[in-house]
């Protein structure tokens, strides 16, 4: 006891020290805006040791699995162009950004780490931490980078001048999941444990490893294997995707935001022949928010004024809701802020309008229950944000964990063409309102999709009480799905969606629902109670040959503490599907599922001058209609050229007059 209190003091006048030199750090270079006291800028001329030292004192601080883990700190770290010989190593609510227009703007020769913070390097834990925009040019002797971590993390526009390890490698170094995006690896990228991750326009060597359920949209050169005797799904490019603003600075370091251009069919990152094509915007058009100076009445006034927002480090504590009312409004967190909605009001509420983004902060549930978190248009409507689509990036969402809270959902989405980019919302299985579990943090739903045409890029939806995640709309897309089903149901009863179907689905697609796609979906199951529960169906969609689930799997990781129950996931989806459980065990479904079988229908138009061949299509493959003119002809020859598939019926006609032709339809 006597050596913990001595640590503790030593820390503390650390902490005086850094609190009268980090003012001086920032005055070496010229003013930077005023982001607050938890934003650290750097510029190469300043003393790496003295860098150094504020980096290890942050690491020190923000580190400690059960003191870090639900703490009010938050920090950003600003890195500007150049080359700096510094070990980053990241704990929680840290995130560092490099300034430059293309990540090789910012180097950093040494490390940037995450290591698994439980025992034995398990990750399970290491969440809210993230990097971006910079090079990283390990200097240890593997050469390599470890980025061990779980939900709520990313690593965008990053280049590693070496390996990637995406884990610990101690016996037990676990970790469960994560986001890369934008980003080139130069050599290899190894998950190790990793039991699930999902990479989108990435470039690497090689990718070698795989546990459960791994996604790859977008990416250069992806692992090759089939599943499900590899766990690995491959989207070749990725259909639709803005990447993130970011932050940088010209010449001068004035500073400004990146907001890239909207790109489809994309394969690679976006920096690959230069700085990302996009506008800049510069920071005087932003309100920089400040915790325990703004609220939202202030935050309001700005966003109505038509400025840009950023949040700076810190949490905000909200009567009333932060109103997105502009379009192509920019809202950016810097340092994971956190927003709590206190009077039983959304945290946000994006209006109906084109173009905004939001991106960086969590979402915690207040004590009074709102009806959502996030709320992303206020009505399911029938605007088309096509051309400009409303986006959401790296987006966490809490109910308990750092406060006592509940929601009925985190995230209500009723606009249509909303774009998702790494997006975990979370009911905490520890941490505040855990004791007892089912009682102390109540929340239907992670996510709720009314808007049609929505797609979401990596989302985790983790241990509601009823459907993990809700969709309504029509012609959604998901790219990666990972979830846990709650832990401690108090009884089966308590837990079922309708008489005689126990629990419930994971991942729910209305019966209404026409269109519908996803691909690499893995649910789990942790019922850490004694009583005997089990789950009918891990994802449940209704049986239409437009709603099509690529890719799925379920694992049973452990349950029933008095070692003699029968808990169980019955089915991965409608019925169908290995049972896993009482034991660990896992199920996969074959690569492909279509409700019915795909057919294809061919008639008259109603011109009556023509043959109509309709055939239902997914938005990244092509197809090529083919014809004979006899059953008997050696070959099929091609009518017109490739057609794009739009998530519907495609109809190609052919005149009448072409004579009585056979015809057939190539996916690509």
Request: hydrophobic share 35%; glycine share 10%.
């Amino acid at each position: 006891m006597h050596h913990i209190r001595c640590l503790k003091f030593y820390c503390f006048v650390i902490a005086l020290a850094l609190d009268l030199f980090l003012p001086c750090l920032n005055s070496e270079a010229q003013t930077p805006p005023n982001f607050g006291p938890n934003v650290f800028v750097y510029n190469p001329s300043m003393s790496m040791a003295t860098i150094q030292s504020n980096l290890n004192y942050l690491f020190a601080l923000q580190s400690d699995v059960n003191a870090s883990q639900f703490d009010a700190n938050r920090y950003c770290i600003l890195f500007q162009p150049g080359t700096y010989n510094v070990a980053v190593n990241m704990g929680y609510y840290m995130q560092v950004l490099g300034l430059g227009q293309s990540p090789d703007n910012v180097t950093i020769n040494g490390l940037l780490d995450s290591h698994g913070f439980l025992p034995n390097h398990n990750a399970t834990c290491n969440f809210w931490m993230a990097a971006e925009n910079l090079a990283v040019f390990p200097t240890n002797s593997g050469t390599f980078s470890q980025w061990a971590v779980s939900q709520g993390t990313w690593f965008r526009r990053m280049h590693v001048k070496g390996s990637l390890f995406l884990s610990d490698f101690d016996n037990g170094a676990y970790s469960s999941g994560g986001f890369l995006a934008d980003s080139k690896i130069d050599v290899s990228v190894y998950p190790v444990t990793q039991q699930q991750w999902f990479s989108r326009n990435d470039v690497w060597a090689s990718w070698s490893g795989a546990v459960w359920n791994m996604v790859f949209v977008g990416v250069s050169n992806p692992p090759s294997g089939t599943w499900p005797g590899t766990p690995y799904t491959v989207i070749t490019n990725t259909p639709l995707i803005r990447e993130k603003p970011y932050l940088y600075v010209d010449s001068n370091t004035n500073f400004f935001v990146m907001v890239p251009g909207l790109e489809t069919n994309s394969l690679g990152t976006t920096w690959a022949n230069g700085p990302t094509p996009g506008v800049s915007i510069p920071l005087s058009q932003f309100y920089l928010a400040q915790p325990g100076v703004d609220n939202a009445a202030s935050i309001n006034a700005a966003l109505n004024a038509g400025m840009n927002l950023i949040l700076t480090p810190g949490i905000y504590r909200l009567t009333n809701s932060i109103l997105v009312t502009q379009p192509d409004t920019i809202v950016m967190g810097l340092g994971y802020p956190t927003l709590i909605p206190t009077n039983s009001n959304p945290a946000m509420v994006i209006s109906d309008v084109d173009g905004v983004k939001v991106s960086g902060i969590i979402f915690d549930a207040g004590a009074t229950a709102s009806p959502s978190l996030l709320e992303v248009g206020t009505v399911a409507g029938s605007v088309d944000h096509s051309a400009d689509p409303i986006c959401l990036y790296d987006i966490c969402s809490r109910v308990g964990g750092q406060f006592v809270g509940t929601t009925t959902n985190c995230v209500t989405i009723n606009a249509n063409n909303v774009i998702g980019d790494n997006l975990w919302l979370w009911r905490a299985d520890h941490g505040a309102g855990s004791k007892p579990y089912w009682t102390g943090n109540p929340s239907q739903s992670g996510l709720v999709v009314n808007g049609n045409h929505v797609t979401i890029f990596g989302l985790f939806v983790e241990h509601h009480q009823q459907y993990q995640t809700v969709w309504n709309g029509n012609w959604g897309r998901v790219y990666f799905y990972q979830s846990e089903l709650p832990y401690d149901p108090p009884s089966q009863s308590a837990w079922s969606e309708a008489p005689g179907v126990n629990g419930y689905a994971s991942y729910k697609v209305a019966n209404t629902v026409t269109s519908h796609q996803a691909y690499g979906l893995g649910v789990y199951a942790v019922f850490s109670n004694s009583t005997n529960i089990s789950c009918f169906n891990t994802i449940e969609t209704p049986t239409n040959q437009q709603v099509n689930v690529h890719d799925m799997m379920d694992v049973y990781i452990t349950g029933n503490t008095s070692g003699s129950g029968t808990s169980q996931i019955n089915h991965i989806i409608n019925g169908a599907g290995g049972t896993v459980g009482p034991s660990f065990g896992t199920a996969y479904a074959n690569y492909l599922w279509l409700n019915p079988a795909f057919s294809a229908s061919a008639g008259l138009d109603l011109t009556g001058t023509n043959i109509a061949v309709s055939f239902p299509s997914e938005s990244w493959h092509s197809y090529q209609l083919q014809y004979k003119n006899a059953v008997t002809d050696s070959g099929w020859s091609n009518l017109g050229g490739p057609v794009g598939g739009n998530d519907i019926l495609q109809t190609i006609t052919d005149p009448v007059s072409s004579s009585n032709r056979f015809y057939r339809i190539r996916a690509n």
